[in-house]
Structure formats: C-alpha cells, structure tokens
C-alpha cells in the first residue's frame, strides 16, 4: 500500500484558483496528470473529459458541487498534460478503462464515484460494468455510458481506423503538429467545437496548448483523431450495462450529442440504451443547452448532480458513519 503511494505526486498550482492541486501518476511509458479539488478525505469522485477535451472540462462544475467530496480529474493518456501513447501504438477504447483502472490503484479507492462527459461518460459505463463492486454512483454528462455500433459496420470501421494510422505515419512530422498564435488556437479549438463558448475554450487551452518557439501547439497525440476499432453491439452494450450496480444519473443535452446523430438507426440505439436505464430505475433528465453544458453553463447541471450525490452517496455515507 506505501509503495504504491510512492507513485502517486500531488504539487501546488496555481493556474486555476478551485484546484488544490496537481496530480501526477506514473504509467509505463510516462505520466497520467490531472487535477484534484476538495478534502483529502473526502468521498472519492473520478472525474473522465471528453474526445479531445481535458480535465479543465471540469473547472467551472465542481467547484458548484458538494464540498464534502474529493474530485480527481485525470487527463486521459495523449489528452491535455497527460503524456501520449508510445509510437506505433493506437488509441483505443479498452486502453482509457485500463488507465483509469490504473489511476484507481495508485489513489487506492476500493469504492468511488464517477463523473464523465461524452467518452468520458462512456469510461464511466465500461468500468462500472467491469469493476461493479467498485462504483457508487455514475452521473453521465450528455453520454450515453455505452455507444454500439452495428454490427454490419463492424468490418468497415475496423478497416478505416487501420487505414488512418498507416497514413498517420506516413506523414511528415512537420505536417503532424503546427504552430500558432494563442489568438488563432482558440479560433481554431472554436471552429472544431461549436458547442464550446470562447470562455470554456480558453479553459480548455490552458492544458491543451504548449509552449515552442514561434507560438505555441495543442498538447494532444493527434492519433486521438485516428478512428477508435474497438467497438461493441448493442447486444453487448445492454449486456454490460445491466453488470452495473451503481446508482445512474444521466443528464442529456437538448441540443447536444444525440443531435450529432444523422442516422435514424443510431439514435434508435441510444434510445434502447436510455430506455434499458430507466427499467432499471436510474435516472435519465433532459437539460437546456449544448453538448458542453456543464462548462458553459455549469449552473444548470450543478443542482442536479449535487442532489444525486447527496441522496445516492453521501447521505449513505452519513448514516453509517452513526452506527
């Protein structure tokens, strides 16, 4: 147990006035960072960003949630500070479970709860389903906790993402990464993201952007962008999700991710996966806004989310600390 708190650094910062701190945990081929609000002893929440996000997707939010909980917010390996996946090595789905099972460990939380926006929300589902005994509760922030592809697509998306990565390294590694001005990052993070505010962008850029000569780049592994091949079915997706025990918060949207769907079929699946949640009594509400709500306007989702906790985690917590 020493030991595996040796791995495990907290330093000072000041870049963002809520956060105590850094944190910094040791994997194989570098570092996971991110970013740790609240007491020390706390109930523990993890908190998981979005594609191409960062852990300051969550700056605005937590600081409008219950004090009484420890929030770890963890930059996913190739995303904001976190170092980036060795070369020749895809990004794919079943490697962010595992960084976030290896994130777990180094903290030493046997249980906790979970935070997560978009794919972040979809780490959520996946551990939860995997590591059932672990999870409290899961509030999923415009996500569905699992997204199934159909299985006819299967082959096709397979091949693509293959495809991309060969391309990918064949490119010239001055084409990779280019440099700009910080004016012309957040127009170019704006013009990819029209769902973020100018506000919530440079909150994004504050660990999305690194200093070289002539300007600055984005931090993130661009292979990010590269297609993800793991995918899963329906048919698994309601498997695993009926593997969940934790209580379930999931807070949709109006004009968020299920917008982003063209296909009549693919927002037929997500609809079966909301249903499957409200069957088994959790909690799917609909909220004003875009896909990033809880940045923008972090005062419409705070309330709900700050109830969940309460009832379904800290308000247990109370109880038994009395017997």
Same mark, same amino acid.
């Given at each position: 147990?020493?030991?595996?708190?040796?791995?495990?650094?907290?330093?000072?910062?000041?870049? !963002?006035?809520?956060?105590?701190?850094?944190?910094?945990?040791?994997?194989?081929?570098?570092?996971?960072?991110?970013?740790?609000?609240?007491?020390?002893?706390?109930?523990?929440?993890?908190?998981?960003?979005?594609?191409?996000?960062?852990?300051?997707?969550?700056?605005?939010?937590?600081?409008?949630?219950?004090?009484?909980?420890?929030?770890?917010?963890?930059?996913?390996?190739?995303?904001?500070?976190?170092?980036?996946?060795?070369?020749?090595?895809?990004?794919?789905?079943?490697?962010?479970?595992?960084?976030?099972?290896?994130?777990?460990?180094?903290?030493?939380?046997?249980?906790?709860?979970?935070?997560?926006?978009?794919?972040?929300?979809?780490?959520?589902?996946?551990?939860?389903?995997?590591?059932?005994?672990?999870?409290?509760?899961?509030?999923?922030?415009?996500?569905?906790?699992?997204?199934?592809?159909? !299985?006819?697509?299967?082959?096709?998306?397979?091949?693509?993402?293959?495809?991309?990565?060969?391309?990918?390294?064949?490119?010239?590694?001055?084409?990779?990464?280019?440099?700009?001005?910080?004016?012309?990052?957040?127009?170019?993070?704006?013009?990819?993201?029209?769902?973020?505010?100018?506000?919530?962008?440079?909150?994004?850029?504050?660990?999305?952007?690194?200093?070289?000569?002539?300007?600055?780049?984005?931090?993130?592994?661009?292979?990010?962008?590269?297609?993800?091949?793991?995918?899963?079915?329906?048919?698994?997706?309601?498997?695993?999700?009926?593997?969940?025990?934790?209580?379930?918060?999931?807070?949709?949207?109006?004009?968020?991710?299920?917008?982003?769907?063209?296909?009549?079929?693919?927002?037929?699946?997500?609809?079966?996966?909301?249903?499957?949640?409200?069957?088994?009594?959790?909690?799917?509400?609909?909220?004003?806004?875009?896909?990033?709500?809880?940045?923008?306007?972090?005062?419409?989702?705070?309330?709900?989310?700050?109830?969940?906790?309460?009832?379904?985690?800290?308000?247990?917590?109370?109880?038994?600390?009395?017997?």
């Amino acid at each position: 147990m020493i030991q595996a708190l040796k791995g495990v650094r907290h330093m000072a910062s000041s870049s !963002v006035k809520q956060a105590v701190s850094d944190l910094s945990v040791p994997v194989p081929w570098g570092e996971i960072r991110g970013k740790v609000w609240g007491p020390d002893h706390g109930h523990p929440v993890l908190c998981l960003h979005g594609w191409a996000d960062n852990c300051g997707t969550f700056n605005t939010l937590l600081p409008l949630l219950p004090k009484e909980c420890r929030y770890v917010a963890m930059d996913l390996a190739g995303h904001g500070c976190s170092s980036h996946r060795p070369a020749g090595v895809m990004y794919s789905f079943p490697s962010y479970v595992l960084d976030v099972r290896r994130v777990v460990e180094a903290l030493q939380w046997s249980k906790f709860s979970i935070i997560g926006h978009s794919m972040g929300g979809n780490l959520a589902g996946m551990f939860s389903a995997l590591y059932p005994d672990m999870v409290e509760a899961v509030v999923l922030l415009d996500s569905y906790g699992f997204l199934p592809t159909d !299985v006819k697509e299967m082959s096709k998306v397979f091949r693509q993402g293959l495809d991309e990565m060969i391309q990918f390294e064949k490119r010239d590694e001055n084409k990779k990464r280019r440099v700009y001005t910080y004016e012309k990052a957040v127009e170019r993070l704006l013009a990819g993201n029209s769902s973020l505010s100018e506000h919530s962008a440079k909150i994004l850029l504050e660990r999305g952007l690194v200093q070289v000569e002539g300007g600055v780049e984005f931090s993130r592994d661009f292979r990010i962008n590269l297609r993800n091949v793991v995918r899963i079915t329906m048919e698994q997706s309601l498997e695993l999700q009926s593997k969940i025990q934790a209580s379930v918060l999931v807070v949709l949207a109006e004009d968020g991710f299920e917008k982003m769907f063209a296909k009549q079929d693919q927002k037929k699946l997500t609809e079966d996966i909301l249903q499957a949640y409200r069957e088994r009594n959790h909690l799917v509400v609909t909220v004003p806004g875009n896909h990033h709500v809880h940045l923008n306007n972090p005062e419409v989702v705070a309330p709900l989310v700050s109830d969940f906790l309460q009832n379904k985690v800290l308000n247990k917590d109370a109880d038994a600390s009395k017997l």
